[in-house]
Structure formats: C-alpha cells, structure tokens
C-alpha cells in the first residue's frame, strides 16, 4: 500500500502499530526485526509459531533458534508471549533463552504438538523468566513440563493445561496445590490428559475429607475435555465455585458422580448459564433433579449423549403441580446427535415454552394429533394463541421461548418435522440435505435462509 511520506512518517513514529511481532514460517526474521527497531520501548505481544509440518521439519530447530536469538534482547517488555513448536527438544532450545526477567508479561503460551514423544527431555528450563513475572494473569501449557512448579503458576486468573500423558499428566493433589495459589482464579481448562489411577483416588477420598476446600469465588467458567472422570469428579469435590457460569464436560464416562457434586453446590450458589455435555453418559433422572436447580440456564447443549430420552424433555416441557419451570430462562438447545429423543416429545417442549403451559391433551385430541401431525401456519398459531390466552395467572416464572434449536444428526426428525420447528423457534439447525450426487442443499441448516 502506497501512501505519502507524511503518513509514512506518522506510521513510523507510532510504536504501538509496531508491537505486534511474529516469526514463523509465513513472517521473515527481517521484518520482525524491522518491527522491534520501530517499537522502542512500548510492551511487546511476541508470537513465535512453527507448526509440525513437514516441508519445514527439517530446518525448523534453526530458525526457531534465530528467531529467539532476535527476540531475546526485547523479553523484558514482552506483554505476551505465544511459543508453538513440533516438538520437546525444539521447546527446550527455546526456553533456554528465556532467562531475563519479564515484569510486563500477563499472558503466557507454550504448546508443543508432538507431546508423545521425545520424553527423555523431561527437565524443565526453570526457572522462566529468572521467576520474575509479576503480572502474571494467564497461563497456557500444552505438553510443556514446567515440573508443575507453583512459582509459575501462581495467582493466576486463567489456567489452561492440556497433552499430558502416562507419567506427566498431573495428580489431584497436584492440581489443587495450584489451585490454591490461584485464589482470584476466573477461568480454569483440562484437556487430554490421562487419568488418575482409581485406586489412588479411593484412598485419597479419605483423606479429603479432613482438609479445606478450595475457595475459588471469582471462577466463571471450567471446561473438562478427555480429563479423566475421576480426576474431573475429585476436583469438583475439593472445591467451591459459587460464580460459575460457563461448564463443559467432554468425553468423561459416566458423569453421574459428577452431576451430584453440582448439585450440592448448587444448593448454596451456582449461576449457571452455559452447559455443555458431550460424549459421556449420565443418569438422566438425577440429571434432571439437577436442571431443576439450575433457574439462570440460558444454553443447553447435548451432544452425542445417548441416556437422553423423552423423560428430559417432558420434565423441561411438563413441571409438577405447583412447581417452578425447569430452566425458565433457557433459550438455546443442542441436541446433536440424541437419537433416542421422539418427536412428540419436541413438539410438546417448543409448544409449553411458546404458551408457558404444560401441554395437557385429552386422548381424543392427542389421537388426532398422532393421526395429523403436522398444521398450518395459521391454525397452528391459533392453538398456541389459544393457549397462552387460557393460562392462569400465577406468581411462577414463566419459560422463555426458545430461540434456538439444533437437531443435527438426530435422523428420527424428518423434513416435515423440521418445518413445522422453524414456524415457532427463529433457529433451527439440522443435517443439511443432499441431491443424488451429493450436493448439499442449505434449504434446512437454519430457519433464516
């Protein structure tokens, strides 16, 4: 882009637009180094990526080498520092020249892509940073041995660790020695690690009985993808998180222990708006017992989870008798890949959300429901105007209309079933359909196009 010499210069002159600097194999050594003479002394964001591919395999330890070489005078400004490399010896060249102190770095990455091989770099370069990094807030390691020293990461606000395996992945006790360094924690991640033995854990329950929980009151959002159930399920035991929005369960087995650790919690504080549960089994009754602590729930997503059936959507579409709603507030639903769920079930939860009734058929107009399935536009409305003009006043909340459904996957939801959801719900997102040569047709992914 051309400009004038005068814009040229104010461009030059201003060394926040030269903060950014990145080297890997798309962003030349040159132009870092033209950034970091044009930066002076503002905080740095350095981004150091070579991902494991294989046109450059061979001469990546090299330009990894020069390319902290070049950064290395400038550590001590740095605001942020990414490192991605393919392997353990590659990472450990690397840290091996982070040794000035960095009193203005608050975000730390190290993620190393291979992390099942070359375990005989177990070492760790510490201390980073000669240990100084004050402002420390967030801390990202993937497949890094850092030896699991709390002097790294202390009284941090996000925690993220994933890619430790066997002998590297890191105990419960571990794991909540760090928690209690982080007190002011906001945001904690576990992924793909292997589990805890389960003999440890039954000994260590014991044990926890007679110690402190872990307070963190400032946590809003967790997420557990491939962290092992008994970890997962330890953890949650030992601490307390009264501020926690945002929860994600992936891959864990059975997550039922589980559920009554959030339900225990929840009879103090859980303001939970976000919860996802993929690829895992549950008990779908104690799961309900569970929503029906969860008032503030504004998204729902289930994924890939076969214990769900009709008896949670009936529950969330058909409360006891003066009772609250199940999850008035929720909005959203993902059901991808649920395919034990009937239809009729659906249809009566989108109907109770519109008219904030349970829907109560007489056997005559539910077999004539079963004989017609589907109405049109303009009687359907009629029903649930209908409804909604008969229901009695109450002091209980009314169920918000969801705005948002997803059936991908769920292949016992037909076409006709689809069109009849995306009359009353503004989102509705399904297995797009495909022509004899297999052309997808966007005629069914959401109810906007």
């Not at 730390?108 to 760790?124: K, T």
């Not at 890619?163 to 760090?178: E, H, M, Q």
């Not at 959203?332 to 009734?357: I, K, M, P, Y």
């Not at 109450?394 to 459904?405: A, G, N, V």
Request: charged share 20%.
């Amino acid at each position: 882009m051309l400009v004038c010499r005068y814009w040229r210069d104010v461009a030059i002159d201003t060394p926040e637009l030269w903060a950014d600097i990145c080297v890997s194999p798309h962003d030349s050594l040159e132009k870092a180094h033209r950034k970091l003479a044009r930066s002076k002394s503002v905080p740095l964001d350095i981004t150091i990526n070579f991902t494991p591919r294989v046109d450059n395999a061979s001469g990546a330890m090299e330009s990894i080498i020069h390319a902290m070489d070049l950064v290395r005078p400038a550590l001590w400004r740095a605001r942020s520092f990414r490192l991605s490399v393919p392997n353990k010896p590659q990472a450990h060249a690397a840290l091996l020249r982070c040794r000035e102190e960095a009193p203005y770095l608050e975000s730390l990455c190290i993620r190393v892509f291979h992390s099942m091989q070359e375990d005989h770099y177990s070492s760790p370069c510490l201390p980073l940073f000669k240990g100084h990094t004050p402002r420390l807030r967030s801390c990202s390691f993937t497949s890094f041995n850092f030896n699991w020293d709390r002097r790294v990461v202390s009284n941090l606000r996000v925690l993220q660790l994933g890619g430790y395996w066997n002998g590297s992945s890191p105990s419960v006790d571990t794991l909540l020695d760090i928690l209690r360094g982080c007190p002011g924690l906001e945001e904690l991640a576990l992924r793909n690690m292997s589990d805890v033995d389960p003999e440890t854990c039954v000994s260590l329950e014991h044990e926890f009985m007679s110690t402190k929980v872990v307070k963190l009151p400032r946590l809003t959002k967790a997420s557990f993808y491939y962290a092992g159930i008994m970890r997962t399920r330890m953890l949650l035991s030992q601490i307390s998180f009264p501020a926690l929005e945002s929860l994600d369960f992936c891959y864990l087995d059975n997550l039922t222990p589980v559920l009554e650790h959030l339900r225990q919690q929840s009879l103090t504080s859980l303001p939970l708006k976000y919860l996802r549960i993929e690829s895992s089994f549950l008990n779908e009754p104690k799961f309900v017992i569970l929503l029906r602590r969860l008032t503030s729930l504004v998204t729902l997503e289930l994924v890939d989870v076969e214990d769900v059936t009709c008896f949670l959507l009936k529950s969330l579409s058909s409360p006891p008798v003066a009772h609250p709603w199940v999850c008035p507030k929720l909005d959203r639903l993902n059901l991808d890949g649920c395919t034990a769920l009937e239809w009729d079930a659906l249809r009566g939860l989108v109907e109770s959300r519109l008219s904030g009734r349970p829907p109560q058929l007489s056997s005559a107009s539910a077999a004539a429901a079963s004989r017609s399935s589907f109405v049109s536009t303009a009687s359907a409305s009629a029903h649930i105007h209908a409804l909604s003009l008969s229901r009695p006043a109450t002091p209980i909340m009314q169920p918000r209309r969801l705005s948002s459904i997803d059936v991908t996957r769920c292949h016992q939801i037909s076409k006709e079933m689809v069109q009849w959801l995306k009359m009353y719900v503004r989102d509705v997102r399904c297995e797009p359909a495909k022509g004899i040569w297999g052309r997808v047709y966007p005629t069914l992914v959401s109810s906007n196009s």
